[in-house]
């Protein structure tokens, strides 16, 4: 039989044996875990260089729009002048040819120009059967 002293150095070799695959498991785990936090660190970084860019690229685009906006809007309001200035134009023509032909019109008027087709005496002739 063993005796008492002989059995504790067997039990602390097995102990000393399991806590130094438990600290290897352990080590083996942690680095796992570190290396799969990199990665994903690494993945973050880059989609937030690709945000960035995207950004940068969606900013000076959106200077692009402001100024052509801005071009539009001035372009806009010069046609609006040209607008009401060829309105008030064609206004001022339209009255201008409503009194010419009102003046056209008007019996008065009639009564002349009808007149020197025929002579006086022939317009009696007709009028008395």
Known sequence: MLQPGQKSPKFLKIGVVAFCLMCLFFAINMASKYEQQ??????HRAKAEELEE???ELSALNQELMHIRATLSQE???LAKEVSTLREQQH???NDWKLT???E?????QSNTAAPDRKPEEAQETSNP
């Open 38 to 43: 990199k990665t994903e660190t690494e993945i």
């Open 54 to 56: 995207k950004m940068r």
């Open 76 to 78: 806009k309001e010069q």
């Open 92 to 94: 001022a023509g339209a």
């Open 101 to 103: 032909s009102k003046n």
């Open 105 to 109: 019109t008007s019996p008065a008027l």
